[in-house]
């Protein structure tokens, strides 16, 4: 099958990481501090993955914060759809 033929499905999972743009393992140390306090613009971090998101037929997204203090209240799934312009998403919490 080509890649521009239309009956082809595009599908994407991708983790967040709460939004915080973590490049590999060594953020997880020096960078902790960002899963507590939220970032001064987060919508600078989240336009990008917006960006990657786009143009997908399903996207699956993992680590996105419902809406708490470290992401000053956005609900990133919802942001993500909105940017990336899906008219229909779902959030589902699994614990």
Known sequence: MHPTDPRRLRI???????GIRSR?????????WR????????????????RVLRNQDLVAVQEADAGSWRTR?????????ERAQYPHWEGHWLL
């Open 12 to 18: 994407l999972s991708y983790n967040m990481q709460l």
């Open 24 to 32: 590999g393992y060594g953020d997880y140390l020096l960078k902790s």
């Open 35 to 50: 899963h507590l306090l939220p970032p001064a613009h987060p919508s600078q971090h989240l336009e990008p993955i917006a």
């Open 73 to 81: 209240s956005v609900n990133l799934v919802h942001f993500m759809a």
